[in-house]
């Protein structure tokens, strides 16, 4: 998880300043995976799209940095199925890197990181209480 946010951190930063360009949906679809113990749905999304960038055609399924919007899907079917186009964010220095949402939310990625540090840390007191409580006969 530490590397998939460093990652989008970088990604994020690279493709602040990022050229916008018109991007082609070739491909997309959704589904759903449950997770864990308590049944948590994910909604995932993926797909093809391609964009022109100084002249050269590129193709690319990385459709977003980290996360995306409820409609995302929607916006993008919509745009498939009429042949529209989809903004496009492309890093100068490296066309190769695009996504369709260029947004990250690094404080809920940081907040849950928080979190699982503050119940790992409860966890680890309470084993050293149980263990440092002196024994009864």
Same mark, same amino acid.
């Given at each position: 998880m530490a590397v !998939? /946010?460093?990652r989008g951190a970088s990604d994020a930063a690279r493709l602040k *300043? !990022? !050229?916008?360009v018109p991007a082609r949906i070739l *491909?997309?679809?959704?589904?759903?995976a449950t997770t864990g113990?308590? %049944?948590f749905t994910t909604r995932i999304v993926q797909g093809k799209y391609s964009y022109s960038y100084n &002249?050269? /055609?590129y193709e690319s399924?990385?459709?977003? =940095?980290?996360g995306y919007p409820a409609d995302f899907y929607d916006r993008l079917k919509q745009a498939k199925d009429t &042949? %529209?186009?989809?903004?496009?964010?492309?890093d100068p220095q490296d066309p190769t890197l695009s996504v369709l949402n260029r947004n990250f #939310? /690094?404080? *809920?990625?940081?907040?849950? !990181? =928080? %979190? #699982?540090? =503050?119940?790992? &840390?409860? &966890?680890?007191?309470?084993?050293?209480?149980? #263990? *440092?409580?002196?024994?009864? #006969?």
């Open positions: !998939a /946010i460093l *300043d !990022a !050229a916008v *491909d997309v679809h959704y589904s759903t113990r308590n %049944g &002249g050269r /055609i399924e990385r459709l977003t =940095i980290h &042949g %529209g186009n989809v903004p496009c964010f492309v #939310a /690094i404080w *809920d990625k940081f907040l849950l !990181a =928080i %979190g #699982a540090l =503050i119940f790992l &840390g409860m &966890g680890v007191y309470s084993l050293k209480a149980l #263990a *440092d409580r002196p024994k009864t #006969a």
